[in-house]
């Protein structure tokens, strides 16, 4: 096992220009935030206290006399303490206290200046290499996926391909698949990127993030299919990438959560074809003349580091996993009145934690996936995030027995750096067999 950690102030500077509005650090914004744990990982032993240096600049400048209120709670859970500080020359210092069991807690920041409300907020963890699951693994649950997998393999590989020459280069060819999941006629598309020339190259299944949208970015990756590996991006819901914004909008609004279709049952949930969907996926590059016959990984972010989980677990044919802030993580931990995973079922829609849907979540809990994968595993998430909150990526990593490595980014809320990316296209090659 192998632990890597960013220093907190490199990455500050470093991502501060990626962030995106929603989050802590907006690009081009007027007003900069900068928390400061007194530990540099962010990290603390379970009754050790945490301190945190607070500094606030508008333009660059100091703001100076500025009042910050606070509230410091549990990762994504209702605040604990509330108060204010006067910031003197843009400064200040908030003692968040300590935890008496494993977790994280945020410090949560907001202020006011020229009439503006200005928020931010910082975890920090506590012995969060101890945290431990709540879901309990179904004594079924190995054996309801080999036959949920036996059962789809009787189901013949059938697919279509066409080029797309707007994402072939000449280093790469490009074609959308629309591949067939079962009889009743459901289905999945994807972007297959292949190197040109001679010779036969490892392969990559890439699933996608939650919502209902397009393949983001196909070219965003390229430097896999150019650099001589098989990349296949994947959609989930069956709906053509080309399709347009106002037509996806339209299809989420119709679709709704789909998520929670089927929550009931075990056999009729959503999610159930995707799971098998993707595994799927994995028949197909490996049967491309061009898969060189060894290498085979998922990879994914948020529901695709969920997705790139569960299908390494799937499908011993994987030789190794890399998945980002993993969804779909420990889902009823909130039945103890602790931060869950996405998507926060039991604490957004509480009517939902009925004992057939609590049943249902645990045949997809990434987490009993998890347990069960033996390839090689790379996980990287942040402590900022509140889609996908710490906790339960370091549940599923503190689950995995399997070899692994953590990058920890501790700054990072629900994305990854074009760098990080890059270093799993890296780890990737440095694990070809």
């Known amino acids: 096992m192998k632990i890597l950690r960013f220093a907190t102030l490199i990455i500050l500077c470093a991502f501060i220009l990626q962030a995106k509005a ?22 603390y032993r379970v009754g050790e206290n945490a301190v945190v240096d607070v500094e606030l600049y508008k333009y660059g400048v100091p703001a100076d006399d500025v009042t910050v209120a606070y509230a410091i709670g549990e990762d994504l859970m209702p605040a604990q303490s509330e108060g204010e500080i006067r910031l003197v020359d843009g400064r200040g210092k908030i003692d968040l206290g300590t935890m008496d069991e494993p977790g994280f807690r945020d410090l949560r920041l907001s202020a006011t200046i020229d009439g503006k409300k ?11 290499e101890q945290l431990v699951p709540s879901v309990s693994e179904p004594a079924d649950f190995a054996d309801f996926w080999a036959k949920a997998v036996e059962e789809d393999k009787k189901f013949p590989l059938s697919y279509t391909m066409e080029p797309v020459e707007k994402y072939t280069t000449d280093k790469m060819s490009c074609l959308l698949v629309k591949l067939q999941l079962n009889p009743a006629g459901r289905s999945m598309y994807a972007y297959l ?19 209902v949208k397009t393949i983001k970015e196909p070219m965003g990756h390229r430097y896999y299919g150019e650099g001589g590996m098989i990349r296949l991006e994947l ?16 299809l989420r609004k119709e679709m709704g959560d789909y998520l929670k279709f ?12 995707v799971y098998l969907g993707c595994r799927r996926f994995l028949d197909l590059l490996t049967s491309l003349p061009q898969w060189d016959g060894k290498n085979l990984f998922t990879q994914g972010g948020s529901q695709g580091g969920a997705l790139a989980i569960t299908t390494a677990m799937l499908d011993p044919r994987v030789t190794g996993c890399v998945a980002n802030h993993p969804a779909l993580s420990d889902m009823s931990r909130y039945l103890e009145g602790k931060t869950g995973g996405y998507p926060h079922f039991v604490r957004k829609n509480p009517e939902l934690a009925t004992p057939e849907a609590i049943n249902t979540m645990a045949y997809y809990d990434v987490v009993n996936f998890a347990r069960h994968l033996k390839c090689p595993v790379r996980m990287t998430w942040g402590y900022n995030d509140n889609t996908c909150p710490p906790t339960t990526s370091y549940i599923v990593y503190n689950t995995i027995v399997a070899p692994k490595e953590a990058l920890l980014t501790p700054v990072n809320e629900h994305w990854t750096s074009k760098e990080t990316e890059r270093g799993h296209y890296d780890w990737i090659k440095a694990h070809l067999k």
């Open 22 to 43: 929603v989050e802590n650090y907006p690009y081009r914004s007027d007003v900069l935030w900068v928390t400061r744990p007194d530990h540099a990982d962010w990290l």
């Open 118 to 128: 200005w928020e931010h907020h910082v975890k920090v963890g506590f012995s969060p």
């Open 193 to 211: 990127f292949i190197p040109k020339g001679d010779g036969k190259f490892p392969a990559v299944l890439t699933p996608p993030g939650a919502g």
């Open 235 to 250: 959609e989930i819901h069956g709906l053509h990438p080309e399709l347009s914004e106002e037509e996806f909008a339209a």
């Open 262 to 273: 089927g929550l009931t049952d075990k056999d009729a949930y959503y999610m159930k074809d």
